[in-house]
């Protein structure tokens, strides 16, 4: 097998790439793939927590790469997804404990294994972002609708053009329809003519990812999510699909009539 | 006055929309970061520009405008510079003079 790399990276903290990872990652795994998800934030792990899996953490990525266990030990099967794994990151450790040749050998051995390496990397753009971004051969951008987000992503975008990684896609995420509807936030077309990247995907701002979250639980597995929903579509475009974009409208009374029935369903 | 009063009321007021004034400083500040270039370059850029077209035409140097702008990631150099006289004009024969 010659999987897919792919890197989820934002430049700016606390937009949703550890969220993103989660999910996507779990929606190509319900679709029958199977799908290794790396926490590259060495130092601040994440993943397993949004994931659920924290408690069931024996090796760490940093283990599997000084040889104190084999890479397949390291890798944390989810319950739930038979087909999604975790390569959770180290806690006591910080980035200067991998460097860019390892992660690469790293992901080329998992891509050998599985039809997509998901990593999450670390916000900035020093160590750790250049060690995330070292093996992958595809990224995610993901930004808010906001000018420190969307100046940071312009940034990404530039510095994965010069390592090589063209093309990346586009995730707008936290996108809240009345704002935008009252010409409060940068809407879908502004965020694409400022970036000018091709878009793979828009999520609503929705209670939801934190309860999911909470639960440990990605929302992808919540049928009911708005934002579950969205990240469904972004998975299904990664795969090829032609999806249309959730209607980003705020919705209607009728319209959350509607939804109700639907979820009852 | 009374029309202010009622488009106020009905909440019509021509404010600038926040997310036109997001889009547009987002805008300059995306481009002078893409293009990366010091102020001291910038400015000798527009010196030796100006020189450049002073050989062909008279141009009024303080008016010029020199600035960058972008659109789907390319970068473009945007100049205007206003002539004041052309000098290769065969039709005005005041100017030439200035030539030597
Ligand atoms: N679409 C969304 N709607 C609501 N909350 C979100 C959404 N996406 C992310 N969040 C929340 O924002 C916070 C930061 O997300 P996270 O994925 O950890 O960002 P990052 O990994 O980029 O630092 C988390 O609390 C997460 O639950
Ligand atoms: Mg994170």
Redesign the interface.
């Given at each position: 097998m010659n999987g897919k790399v792919m890197v989820v990276t934002s430049g700016k903290g606390g937009v949703g790439k550890t969220t993103a990872v989660a999910n996507i990652g779990c929606a190509l795994a319900v679709r029958g793939k199977k799908v290794a998800l790396v926490d590259a934030d060495i130092g601040l792990r994440n993943l397993d927590i949004v994931l659920g899996l924290e408690n069931r953490i024996v090796f760490d990525i940093i283990h599997a790469m000084e040889g104190r266990c084999r890479l397949r030990q390291a890798l944390i099967r989810d319950k739930r997804v038979q087909t999604l794994f975790l390569l959770p990151a180290a806690q006591s450790k910080d980035k200067d404990a991998i460097a860019p040749d390892q992660m690469k050998e790293l992901t080329g051995e998992l891509a050998g294994e599985f039809d997509y390496v998901i990593l999450d990397c670390p916000a900035g753009i020093e160590r750790g972002f250049k060690n995330a971004i070292a093996g992958a051969n595809a990224a995610v951008i993901i930004t808010t609708p906001?000018?420190s987000a969307?100046?940071d992503a312009?940034?990404i975008?530039?510095l994965l053009e010069a390592e090589g990684i063209e093309q990346p896609k586009l995730v707008i995420n936290r996108l809240r329809p009345d704002m935008?509807k009252?010409?409060?936030?940068?809407?879908i077309e502004?965020v694409i003519?400022?970036l000018?990247?091709d878009l793979v995907g828009v999520v609503p701002d929705d209670e939801t990812v934190i309860t999911s979250t909470n639960r440990g639980e990605p929302a992808v597995l919540d049928g009911a999510s708005r934002a579950g929903e969205a990240f469904r579509r972004i998975a299904a475009r990664i795969e090829g699909e032609d999806v249309p974009f959730l209607s980003m409208e705020a919705p209607s009374f009728w319209g959350r009539i509607k939804r109700f029935l639907g979820a009852a369903r | 006055m009374v029309f202010e009063f009622v488009s106020w009321i009905l909440g019509k007021k021509d404010k600038p929309r926040s997310k036109d004034l997001a889009k547009e400083r987002l805008k300059l500040v995306l481009t002078h970061d893409r293009v990366d270039i010091s102020p001291q370059m910038f400015e000798k850029l527009r010196r030796d520009l100006a020189s450049a077209c002073a050989k062909y035409v008279e141009i009024d140097e303080a008016g010029m405008n020199v600035r960058f702008d972008s659109q789907d990631r390319t970068l473009a150099l945007v100049a205007s510079v206003p002539v004041i006289g052309a000098k290769r004009n065969p039709y005005s024969s005041k100017r030439r003079g200035n030539m030597g």
């Open positions: 906001e000018v969307v100046r312009d940034r975008v530039g935008v009252r010409g409060d936030m940068l809407d502004d003519d400022i000018a990247i | -």
